[in-house]
């Protein structure tokens, strides 16, 4: 069964801090990996990575694929309360038109 | 503004009542999806529309009866609900499949 684990599942940080958030995934025919934040109810779009090994990078964050391990990591650098929200990652099947999404990460920033 | 519209924004029904919940994208996207979200739980793929044809019916209930006239709209009927069907209904689009997709604000569902 095609499964996406994301850890940890809650983190509470101060502003400043960096912060490592995990992704890892199962699943078959895997075409590409997403990265979302969820502050109130849309999930916005951050990242979408289909080549192993190269870094995306918008401000402070950044993410990376790793497709031998099977996995994802979302950084963000010098945290700012409004970073606060649920992190959400997807993994897109091919054949299936499917996201499979992780539970999410809920971060929280503390001023 | 993401660009995809969900109205309403809230919705209370009773188990016998019909509703209808609807999303709109000004994006120009090809592909559009109802995703459920629950407490606790991932969210959950329900339907996938390309090209106004559906690809993808995530084996859900027929109390959900989803509906695309045209690319840029996107309904989903419902009847007979139950409470455990109370959840975030996201809806999103995407330029097409295997992209990234934009989600809507989403309809906060409460079956009483």
């Known amino acids: 069964e095609d499964k996406v684990v994301q850890s940890p599942l809650s983190l509470v940080v101060h502003e400043g801090d960096t912060v490592t958030l995990n992704c890892s995934y199962e699943?078959?025919?895997?075409?590409?990996l997403l990265w979302y934040k969820q502050e109130k109810k849309a999930p916005t779009f951050l990242f979408m990575l289909t080549s192993s090994g190269i870094e995306k990078k918008s401000g402070r964050l950044s993410s990376i694929l790793d497709k031998k391990e099977l996995s994802s990591i979302l950084n963000i650098t010098a945290t700012q309360t409004g970073d606060s929200a649920i992190y959400l990652c997807a993994a897109y099947t091919s054949g299936t038109y499917k996201y499979i999404f992780g539970t999410g990460t809920r971060l929280k920033v503390l001023a | 503004e993401t660009g995809v519209t969900q109205t309403p924004r809230h919705l209370v029904m009773g188990m016998t009542n019909k509703k209808s919940l609807k999303c709109e994208q000004h994006?120009?996207?090809?592909?559009m999806y109802w995703y459920k979200q629950s407490a606790k739980k991932p969210l959950e793929l329900m339907f996938v529309y390309n090209f106004k044809e559906q690809t993808e019916n995530n084996s859900v209930p027929s109390r959900f009866s989803p509906e695309c006239p045209n690319s840029s709209h996107l309904f989903l009927h419902l009847h007979t609900l139950q409470p455990e069907d109370s959840a975030l209904y996201l809806c999103?689009?995407?330029?097409?499949?295997?992209?990234?997709?934009?989600f809507g604000q989403g309809t906060r569902l409460t079956v009483v």
């Open positions: 699943v078959t025919n895997f075409r590409s």
């Open positions: 999103a689009s995407s330029p097409s499949l295997n992209t990234e997709a934009f």
């Open positions: 994006l120009g996207h090809n592909a």
